[in-house]
């Protein structure tokens, strides 16, 4: 007998073969990541709060200067949509893009919906960082990112094989870092937690090979 046979009762199981989201899954997608991704920077503001990457830079600038969020987060992000066009292409900047700005004007109305919070400190701080996180992760998961770190983060994964998530973990340090300039030290405190939460999150959930519906 043939050393190829099945044996009886064995079942061939067919490769899985990866299937891409459809558009409207897309933008339904992209479009619930930027609405987490905006509540969960709401949150951090509310309590004058950090988190890692732009957008924690864009809050430490925020804070410092008084000048608008929405704009801070858009322009620190162009130079990494540079970045981004050479070596993802045009439809991964373009969807990035319009999360960055999608965010940003969003993060700009999220007061006047939700009106004004007085909750935890630091449930606020976790909660928002575990929110901007799963919002990241959508976005991921359907060709787009809120640019910066993400961006450097998903291109050092697919060359190097390094996780997104403690690539940027490691680069969130020297933001939230930064904050003890700006912020209280019990805020940075909790805001490095908090950030430790978010990349956890994207650690622990994105990992090359594991999603198909890319």
Do not use: C
């Not at 073969?17 to 905006?38: C, K, M, N, W, Y």
């Not at 439809?91 to 004004?116: E, H, I, K, M």
């Not at 919002?135 to 190097?160: D, K, M, T, Y």
């Amino acid at each position: 007998m043939s050393g190829t046979s099945p044996a009886v009762g064995d079942t061939a199981v067919p490769p899985a073969v990866p299937q891409r989201h459809t558009l409207a899954e897309d933008i339904a997608g992209i479009l619930t990541g930027v609405v987490l991704a905006s509540l969960g920077l709401y949150l951090l503001r509310s309590v004058s709060a950090v988190t890692g990457g732009t957008a924690g830079l864009s809050l430490l600038l925020h804070y410092a200067s008084g000048w608008s969020f929405s704009v801070l987060y858009v322009a620190v992000n162009l130079p990494f949509f540079a970045l981004a066009v050479s070596v993802k292409g045009w439809q991964f900047t373009l969807r990035s893009l319009v999360a960055v700005v999608a965010v940003s004007l969003l993060s700009a109305v999220q007061p006047n919906l939700l009106g004004t919070l007085e909750p935890q400190t630091w449930y606020v701080i976790v909660l928002g960082n575990l929110v901007v996180g799963v919002g990241l992760l959508v976005l991921f998961r359907h060709r787009a990112s809120l640019g910066g770190f993400g961006i450097l983060a998903l291109i050092l994964q697919e060359r190097l094989g390094w996780r997104a998530g403690y690539v940027q973990m490691a680069l969130d340090v020297a933001v939230v870092a930064s904050a003890f300039l700006v912020v209280a030290p019990s805020l940075v405190l909790w805001s490095a937690l908090g950030a430790v939460v978010l990349n956890l999150v994207l650690a622990l959930n994105h990992k090359p090979g594991r999603y198909l519906g890319f």
